[in-house]
């Protein structure tokens, strides 16, 4: 079965900066489109971020200029660098992946999702 795990997650001040991971097991990410979700309490998911199988890439609007998207595919790993960080940044992250998927799908679209890591920006 995939499997996704992600990492890096933390406490961190405003103003400041993490490198969120998430590694993927038994797949080929050339043919998996993972996209970065977060879950803020009492909040939808939201696509963050995504990494389609053909490596374009997209950013919500709210984090645009702040968080980079990339891939190592011989390592299976996409990795979310976070700076900038502000305050309503904080939630979980999520990855979750989708076979030659697009981005901008839903959650629930995804195949498979990842246990989640917590962000929380604060003085």
């Known amino acids: 079965q995939l499997q996704l795990v992600e990492s890096g997650g933390g406490l961190v001040q405003p103003g400041g900066s993490l490198r969120l991971s998430c590694r993927a097991s038994?797949?080929?990410?050339?043919?998996?489109?993972i996209g970065w979700f977060r879950q803020a309490p009492g909040k939808e998911h939201e696509e963050v971020s995504c990494i389609s199988y053909t490596g374009s890439t997209t950013y919500a609007d709210s984090v645009k200029g702040r968080f980079t998207i990339s891939r190592d595919i011989a390592k299976s790993t996409v990795y979310l660098q976070v700076n900038s960080l502000k305050p309503e940044d904080t939630a979980n992250y999520y990855c979750?992946?989708?076979?030659?998927?697009?981005?901008?799908?839903?959650?629930?679209?995804?195949?498979?999702w990842g246990q989640g890591t917590q962000v929380t920006v604060s003085s």
């Open positions: 038994r797949f080929n990410l050339n043919y998996y489109t």
């Open positions: 979750a992946t989708q076979h030659r998927g697009d981005c901008g799908s839903l959650w629930d679209a995804y195949d498979y």
